[in-house]
């Protein structure tokens, strides 16, 4: 039992046991800041998303209005930028896929694309941009010995399933 003296030993203890104790209450600060700048993150993907789609359809309806209003007299150089335009913003549109892709916890399947549509976050025809980048999940070493057949390589694109 405790006699009353205090040796290094003791210390060393009381020293180990606050350092232990200020480790676990930063660690746990630490987690849940990560998660909060993770979440922000995805959120800004989906927002950078929404204006870039809207961007680049806005132009697009652009380019329809100055051909219907100047089909006599369309300028090519104007046509020119305006298709330029154009292709940088599906450039953007798709780049921003790339990061809502690195930024979902949990993959990017098919199913999640499913859910996205019906949830009206994917616009128009984007469904299909969205499975072109779509992938299977890695391959785990505990999926083998669950399913006990071949998982498809991580780098294979999905396909529709068929019935």
Do not use: C
Request: glycine share 6%.
């Amino acid at each position: 039992m405790f006699d009353g003296s205090w040796t290094w030993q003791d210390s060393i203890t009381l020293a180990g046991f606050v350092f232990t104790v200020v480790s676990l209450t930063y660690a746990v600060y630490t987690g849940r800041k990560i998660r909060s700048i993770r979440e922000f993150s995805r959120s800004e993907a989906w927002n950078l998303y929404a204006r870039a789609s809207n961007t680049n359809g806005q132009l697009q309806n652009a380019i329809k209005l100055y051909k219907k209003q100047h089909e006599d007299k369309l300028s090519p150089e104007v046509l020119e930028n305006l298709g330029l335009a154009n292709g940088f913003g599906q450039d953007l549109t798709r780049d921003t896929l790339r990061i809502i892709q690195l930024s979902e916890e949990g993959g990017f399947s098919l199913e999640k694309i499913k859910k996205w549509k019906a949830a009206e976050k994917i616009k128009g025809d984007h469904e299909t941009l969205f499975k072109g980048i779509a992938m299977d999940p890695p391959r785990r070493w505990f999926n083998w010995f669950k399913n006990k057949k071949e998982q498809p390589s991580h780098l294979e694109p999905l396909t529709e399933p068929t019935s």
